[in-house]
T-cell receptor, first 113, second 114 residues
Framework: AQSVSQHNHHVILSEAASLELGCNYS??????LFWYVQYPGQHLQLLLK??????LVKGIKGFEAEFIKSKFSFNLRKPSVQWSDTAEYFC???????????FGGGTRLMVKP | DSGVTQTPKHLITATGQRVTLRCSPR?????VYWYQQSLDQGLQFLIQ???????AKGNILERFSAQQFPDLHSELNLSSLELGDSALYFC?????????????FGPGTRLTVL
């Protein structure tokens, strides 16, 4: 079974700081990888996804992630965060017959203005 | 707006009761997933339906059941409710049932069991 580890549970940054959130997964086969964001009181929205090809993927709102197969990692990055990035971020690989998402524990990001 | 709708938004009920949560997928999506988000368990997959058939099962309790109807909407039935069932229940939909595909999430139903 797939398992996911997000290393940072709470992150506090000032605006314009750079962000990197770590994500490691366990499944060694073919996986599809996703980062979702949940703004306060809202539903999950897709930030970016990796299926195959270029391991550096770009998503919405200036986010990007790098898939490193040898490290089973899919870290999320943003060069300069904004106050509006305050949210909870979930890494979620898929696997299995139905391709269900296995969510990490989430990282709560607070950006101070 | 993802195009996935869920009703009701909020539900407050008592222990031992039974409730039904409803989800309508995006137009054209055949697959529906149910997830539970709670403080102690985080976000976890419950069950998936594809074109009316159960496709995959996750950490779903025996007291919970689901179905997908011919018009592709889905219902999640929770019975003999316990305090620990209080959570946010999300539905997601995707075009296909497997392979590389994106899931779109609904706004969720917040269940409070008193």
């Amino acid at each position: 079974a797939q398992s996911v580890s997000q290393h940072n549970h709470h992150v506090i940054l000032s605006e314009a700081a750079s962000l990197e959130l770590g994500c490691n997964y366990s499944y060694g086969g073919t996986v599809n990888l996703f980062w979702y964001v949940q703004y306060p009181g809202q539903h999950l929205q897709l930030l970016l996804k990796y299926f195959s090809g270029d391991p550096l993927v770009k998503g919405i709102k200036g986010f990007e992630a790098e898939f490193i197969k040898s490290k089973f990692s899919f870290n999320l990055r943003k060069p300069s965060v904004q106050w509006s990035d305050t949210a909870e971020y979930f890494c979620a690989p898929t696997g299995g017959a139905g391709n269900m998402l296995t969510f990490g524990g989430g990282t709560r990001l607070m950006v101070k203005p | 707006d993802s195009g996935v709708t869920q009703t009701p938004k909020h539900l407050i009920t008592a222990t031992g009761q039974r409730v039904t949560l409803r989800c309508s997928p995006r137009s054209g999506d055949l697959s529906v997933y149910w997830y539970q988000q709670s403080l102690d368990q985080g976000l976890q997959f419950l069950i998936q339906y594809y074109n009316g058939e159960e496709r995959a099962k996750g950490n779903i309790l025996e007291r919970f059941s689901a179905q997908q109807f011919p018009d592709l909407h889905s219902e999640l039935n929770l019975s003999s409710l316990e305090l620990g069932d209080s959570a946010l229940y999300f539905c997601a939909s995707s075009v296909v049932g497997g392979g590389p595909n994106e899931q779109f999430f609904g706004p969720g139903t917040r269940l409070t069991v008193l």
